[in-house]
Protein backbone atom coordinates (compact mmCIF):
# COMPACT_ATOMS: atom_id res chain seq x y z
CA UNK A 1 0.00 0.00 0.00
CA UNK A 2 1.38 3.61 -0.89
CA UNK A 3 1.93 5.61 1.68
CA UNK A 4 2.74 8.53 -0.14
CA UNK A 5 6.31 9.73 -1.69
CA UNK A 6 8.78 10.28 1.14
CA UNK A 7 12.08 12.72 0.14
CA UNK A 8 15.10 11.28 2.33
CA UNK A 9 18.96 11.54 1.91
CA UNK A 10 21.84 9.00 1.86
CA UNK A 11 25.37 9.85 2.35
CA UNK A 12 27.68 8.22 -1.06
CA UNK A 13 31.41 7.17 -0.18
CA UNK A 14 32.71 10.36 -0.39
CA UNK A 15 30.63 12.17 1.07
CA UNK A 16 27.99 13.59 -1.11
CA UNK A 17 24.62 14.33 0.07
CA UNK A 18 22.23 12.15 -2.29
CA UNK A 19 18.41 12.95 -2.34
CA UNK A 20 15.98 10.47 -3.41
CA UNK A 21 12.63 9.75 -2.96
CA UNK A 22 10.47 6.51 -1.88
CA UNK A 23 7.03 4.67 -1.38
CA UNK A 24 5.34 1.48 -1.06
CA UNK A 25 5.77 -1.85 0.30
CA UNK A 26 7.23 -4.85 -1.19
CA UNK A 27 9.68 -5.54 -3.62
CA UNK A 28 12.17 -2.63 -4.47
CA UNK A 29 12.81 -0.88 -7.57
CA UNK A 30 15.39 1.47 -8.09
CA UNK A 31 15.02 3.77 -10.66
CA UNK A 32 17.94 5.35 -12.23
CA UNK A 33 16.99 8.92 -14.22
CA UNK A 34 19.09 10.10 -17.24
CA UNK A 35 21.75 12.81 -17.92
CA UNK A 36 20.63 16.43 -16.58
CA UNK A 37 16.91 14.74 -14.99
CA UNK A 38 15.91 14.21 -12.01
CA UNK A 39 13.58 11.66 -10.02
CA UNK A 40 10.62 13.74 -11.69
CA UNK A 41 11.36 11.79 -14.36
CA UNK A 42 9.97 9.10 -12.90
CA UNK A 43 6.56 10.19 -11.89
CA UNK A 44 4.37 7.85 -13.85
CA UNK A 45 6.10 4.56 -12.49
CA UNK A 46 6.23 6.16 -8.84
CA UNK A 47 2.44 6.41 -9.08
CA UNK A 48 1.95 3.01 -11.05
CA UNK A 49 3.96 0.74 -8.96
CA UNK A 50 3.60 1.25 -5.20
CA UNK A 51 -0.34 0.27 -6.31
CA UNK A 52 0.95 -3.06 -7.08
CA UNK A 53 2.56 -4.35 -4.43
CA UNK A 54 5.90 -2.80 -5.13
CA UNK A 55 8.34 -0.37 -3.07
CA UNK A 56 9.76 2.15 -5.47
CA UNK A 57 13.07 4.23 -5.04
CA UNK A 58 14.09 6.83 -7.61
CA UNK A 59 17.22 8.94 -6.60
CA UNK A 60 18.90 12.16 -7.60
CA UNK A 61 22.58 11.44 -9.11
CA UNK A 62 25.23 13.99 -7.22
CA UNK A 63 24.94 17.42 -9.05
CA UNK A 64 21.09 16.70 -10.11
CA UNK A 65 17.94 17.58 -8.82
CA UNK A 66 18.18 18.27 -4.73
CA UNK A 67 21.09 15.98 -4.43
CA UNK A 68 24.78 18.02 -3.43
CA UNK A 69 27.04 18.75 -6.31
CA UNK A 70 29.95 17.94 -5.99
CA UNK A 71 33.65 19.72 -5.81
CA UNK A 72 35.32 17.24 -7.91
CA UNK A 73 34.72 15.91 -11.49
CA UNK A 74 32.15 13.61 -11.83
CA UNK A 75 32.67 9.91 -12.91
CA UNK A 76 30.60 7.14 -13.57
CA UNK A 77 32.05 4.85 -11.16
CA UNK A 78 30.82 7.78 -8.68
CA UNK A 79 27.04 8.17 -10.43
CA UNK A 80 27.22 4.16 -9.28
CA UNK A 81 28.07 4.60 -5.83
CA UNK A 82 25.55 7.12 -5.66
CA UNK A 83 23.04 4.14 -6.15
CA UNK A 84 24.89 1.64 -3.63
CA UNK A 85 24.49 4.93 -1.31
CA UNK A 86 20.40 4.75 -1.56
CA UNK A 87 20.70 0.81 -1.17
CA UNK A 88 22.58 1.28 2.25
CA UNK A 89 20.10 3.13 3.77
CA UNK A 90 17.83 1.36 2.87
CA UNK A 91 18.92 -1.62 4.10
CA UNK A 92 18.12 -3.37 0.74
CA UNK A 93 20.57 -6.32 0.16
CA UNK A 94 19.07 -7.12 -3.63
CA UNK A 95 16.47 -4.74 -6.01
CA UNK A 96 15.22 -4.66 -9.55
CA UNK A 97 16.88 -2.15 -11.22
CA UNK A 98 15.64 0.58 -13.84
CA UNK A 99 17.79 2.61 -15.46
CA UNK A 100 16.93 5.28 -18.72
CA UNK A 101 19.66 6.32 -20.90
CA UNK A 102 22.43 7.78 -19.04
CA UNK A 103 20.84 6.04 -16.00
CA UNK A 104 21.25 2.35 -17.62
CA UNK A 105 25.28 2.89 -18.22
CA UNK A 106 25.43 4.07 -14.54
CA UNK A 107 23.38 0.65 -13.90
CA UNK A 108 26.10 -1.28 -15.76
CA UNK A 109 28.64 0.30 -13.93
CA UNK A 110 26.42 -0.77 -10.48
CA UNK A 111 26.77 -4.27 -12.13
CA UNK A 112 30.84 -4.06 -12.54
CA UNK A 113 31.26 -3.14 -8.94
CA UNK A 114 27.93 -4.86 -7.16
CA UNK A 115 26.54 -7.93 -9.25
CA UNK A 116 25.12 -9.34 -5.74
CA UNK A 117 22.43 -6.36 -5.73
CA UNK A 118 20.98 -6.84 -8.97
CA UNK A 119 17.29 -9.31 -9.08
CA UNK A 120 16.13 -7.96 -12.60
CA UNK A 121 17.74 -5.08 -14.95
CA UNK A 122 15.45 -2.63 -17.18
CA UNK A 123 18.12 -1.07 -19.74
CA UNK A 124 15.52 1.64 -21.19
CA UNK A 125 17.31 3.84 -24.62
CA UNK A 126 20.88 2.75 -24.17
CA UNK A 127 24.24 1.77 -26.28
CA UNK A 128 26.81 0.23 -25.72
CA UNK A 129 28.73 3.64 -26.76
CA UNK A 130 28.22 7.13 -27.30
CA UNK A 131 29.89 9.92 -29.62
CA UNK A 132 31.89 11.83 -27.54
CA UNK A 133 30.34 14.52 -25.55
CA UNK A 134 29.92 17.75 -27.98
CA UNK A 135 31.63 20.15 -25.02
CA UNK A 136 32.99 22.90 -26.98
CA UNK A 137 29.20 23.25 -28.58
CA UNK A 138 27.02 23.10 -25.35
CA UNK A 139 29.93 25.57 -23.52
CA UNK A 140 29.17 27.77 -25.87
CA UNK A 141 24.82 27.53 -24.93
CA UNK A 142 22.73 28.31 -22.05
CA UNK A 143 20.90 25.62 -19.71
CA UNK A 144 17.82 27.09 -21.54
CA UNK A 145 19.36 26.69 -24.72
CA UNK A 146 20.34 22.99 -23.88
CA UNK A 147 16.99 22.02 -22.19
CA UNK A 148 14.78 23.33 -25.18
CA UNK A 149 16.95 21.09 -27.35
CA UNK A 150 16.90 18.31 -25.45
CA UNK A 151 13.26 18.53 -24.62
CA UNK A 152 12.67 18.46 -28.57
CA UNK A 153 14.99 15.26 -29.92
CA UNK A 154 14.27 13.39 -26.45
CA UNK A 155 10.78 12.56 -28.10
CA UNK A 156 8.85 11.70 -31.35
CA UNK A 157 7.33 14.22 -33.43
CA UNK A 158 3.92 12.90 -31.83
CA UNK A 159 4.52 14.41 -28.04
CA UNK A 160 2.62 16.61 -26.45
CA UNK A 161 3.19 20.36 -25.98
CA UNK A 162 2.93 19.38 -22.23
CA UNK A 163 5.32 16.64 -22.21
CA UNK A 164 8.16 18.57 -23.89
CA UNK A 165 6.93 21.24 -21.21
CA UNK A 166 7.95 19.33 -18.32
CA UNK A 167 11.53 17.49 -19.76
CA UNK A 168 12.75 21.22 -20.33
CA UNK A 169 11.38 22.23 -16.75
CA UNK A 170 13.87 19.56 -15.63
CA UNK A 171 16.29 19.89 -17.84
CA UNK A 172 16.88 23.67 -17.68
CA UNK A 173 17.44 23.54 -13.61
CA UNK A 174 20.58 21.35 -13.86
CA UNK A 175 23.80 23.22 -12.96
CA UNK A 176 25.73 23.31 -16.49
CA UNK A 177 29.17 22.11 -15.14
CA UNK A 178 27.28 18.80 -14.02
CA UNK A 179 26.02 18.23 -17.85
CA UNK A 180 28.66 18.50 -19.51
CA UNK A 181 30.73 16.22 -17.32
CA UNK A 182 28.12 13.74 -16.76
CA UNK A 183 27.47 14.24 -20.76
CA UNK A 184 31.55 13.70 -21.03
CA UNK A 185 31.63 10.65 -18.13
CA UNK A 186 28.81 8.83 -19.90
CA UNK A 187 30.57 8.88 -23.40
CA UNK A 188 34.11 8.22 -22.04
CA UNK A 189 34.06 4.33 -22.43
CA UNK A 190 32.46 1.33 -23.71
CA UNK A 191 30.27 -0.63 -22.14
CA UNK A 192 30.01 -3.64 -24.31
CA UNK A 193 32.09 -6.03 -21.87
CA UNK A 194 29.90 -5.48 -19.23
CA UNK A 195 26.88 -5.80 -21.25
CA UNK A 196 28.01 -9.13 -22.13
CA UNK A 197 28.81 -10.56 -18.42
CA UNK A 198 25.13 -9.42 -17.55
CA UNK A 199 23.91 -12.49 -16.07
CA UNK A 200 20.37 -11.77 -14.67
CA UNK A 201 17.13 -11.86 -16.27
CA UNK A 202 17.37 -8.19 -18.44
CA UNK A 203 15.08 -6.18 -20.48
CA UNK A 204 16.37 -3.95 -22.93
CA UNK A 205 13.32 -1.50 -24.23
CA UNK A 206 13.51 1.43 -26.72
CA UNK A 207 11.97 3.46 -28.99
CA UNK A 208 11.02 2.99 -32.61
CA UNK A 209 12.07 6.36 -33.61
CA UNK A 210 15.23 6.94 -30.93
CA UNK A 211 18.03 7.53 -33.06
CA UNK A 212 20.24 7.37 -29.97
CA UNK A 213 19.20 4.21 -29.23
CA UNK A 214 17.89 2.69 -32.15
CA UNK A 215 16.11 -0.86 -32.74
CA UNK A 216 19.40 -2.12 -34.24
CA UNK A 217 21.25 -1.22 -31.59
CA UNK A 218 18.62 -3.02 -28.91
CA UNK A 219 18.91 -5.96 -31.20
CA UNK A 220 22.55 -5.59 -30.87
CA UNK A 221 22.66 -5.70 -27.29
CA UNK A 222 20.05 -8.21 -27.03
CA UNK A 223 21.90 -11.44 -29.02
CA UNK A 224 24.60 -10.25 -26.30
CA UNK A 225 22.42 -11.24 -23.57
CA UNK A 226 20.98 -14.76 -23.50
CA UNK A 227 19.09 -13.77 -20.53
CA UNK A 228 17.80 -10.76 -22.29
CA UNK A 229 14.25 -9.75 -23.92
CA UNK A 230 13.90 -7.04 -26.36
CA UNK A 231 10.88 -4.81 -26.93
CA UNK A 232 10.74 -1.52 -29.21
CA UNK A 233 8.09 0.26 -28.41
CA UNK A 234 6.29 1.75 -31.75
CA UNK A 235 6.15 5.36 -32.56
CA UNK A 236 8.12 7.17 -29.54
CA UNK A 237 11.34 8.27 -29.32
CA UNK A 238 14.41 8.47 -26.54
CA UNK A 239 11.88 8.56 -23.83
CA UNK A 240 9.64 5.69 -23.76
CA UNK A 241 8.75 6.10 -20.21
CA UNK A 242 7.28 9.47 -20.51
CA UNK A 243 5.97 9.51 -23.88
CA UNK A 244 3.81 6.11 -23.73
CA UNK A 245 4.13 5.27 -19.42
CA UNK A 246 1.10 3.06 -19.63
CA UNK A 247 2.18 1.10 -22.24
CA UNK A 248 6.01 0.79 -20.45
CA UNK A 249 4.45 0.54 -17.06
CA UNK A 250 2.56 -3.08 -18.00
CA UNK A 251 5.67 -4.26 -20.05
CA UNK A 252 7.59 -3.35 -16.73
CA UNK A 253 5.12 -5.21 -14.49
CA UNK A 254 5.14 -8.50 -16.54
CA UNK A 255 8.65 -8.67 -16.77
CA UNK A 256 8.93 -8.23 -13.23
CA UNK A 257 5.99 -10.81 -12.90
CA UNK A 258 7.53 -13.25 -15.02
CA UNK A 259 4.81 -13.17 -17.51
Known amino acids: MSQGLEHRYAVSKDGIKIHYVADGNGTPIIFVHGLGESHLTW ?3 LEF ?25 ISMEDFARDVESVLEAEKIEKALMVGY ?14 PQ ?16 AMTEVLENMSMHEIASQ ?9 ASTELKRDI ?4 SRTDKRVYIQSAEAATEKSYRDIIRSLRNPVL ?11 PEVVEEMHAMVPTSKAHIMKGVGHMPHRERPEEYNQLLLEFFRGI
Open 43 to 45: KPQ
Open 49 to 73: FPARGYRVLALDLRGHGESQIPPKR
Open 101 to 114: SMGGLVLLELYRLY
Open 117 to 132: RFEKIVLEAIAPEYPP
Open 150 to 158: VAEFAVSPY
Open 168 to 171: YEII
Open 204 to 214: FISGELDYISP
